[in-house]
């Protein structure tokens, strides 16, 4: 299994970003997946969550209203389409793939990516 995380950047705050991720040697359709975030010297933490079918979706509370997680099963693709960005979302951005188990844990998730680095000035 290899996620494969591109997109991630430099951005201004208040700016947007899409970060993709791009999974393969798995059965893409029949996964849910995750984006977390870790930032220098803090855990990683969950942003967002969508089932196999692309519904339902679900969101840390620091991102929600900004944030959208999309996939394309026909691309084996999920995406995270990032609006009004602040420098506390400065993190480097990882996507997950999981059969079972609640999308805010981290321990439910099976296989990562690498992650891709966004950076946010102020």
């Known amino acids: 299994v290899q996620l494969q995380a591109y997109g991630g950047g430099l951005v201004q705050a208040g700016g947007f970003l899409r970060v993709s991720c791009v999974a393969s040697?798995?059965?893409?359709?029949?996964?849910?997946m995750g984006w977390f975030r870790q930032a220098p010297g803090k855990e990683r933490e969950f942003v967002a969550g969508?089932?196999?079918?692309?519904?339902?979706?679900y969101y840390a509370d620091s991102v929600k209203g900004r944030f959208t997680i999309s996939r394309d099963n026909a691309k084996n693709t999920v995406y995270l389409q990032m609006n009004g960005l602040k420098p506390e979302d400065t993190a480097v951005y990882y996507c997950?793939?999981?059969?079972?188990?609640?999308?805010?844990?981290?321990?439910?998730?099976?296989?990562w990516g690498q992650g891709t680095q966004v950076t946010v000035s102020s």
């Open positions: 997950a793939a999981k059969q079972s188990g609640s999308y805010d844990s981290l321990l439910s998730y099976s296989d």
């Open positions: 040697g798995l059965t893409f359709r029949t996964y849910r």
């Open positions: 969508i089932d196999w079918s692309g519904s339902p979706t």
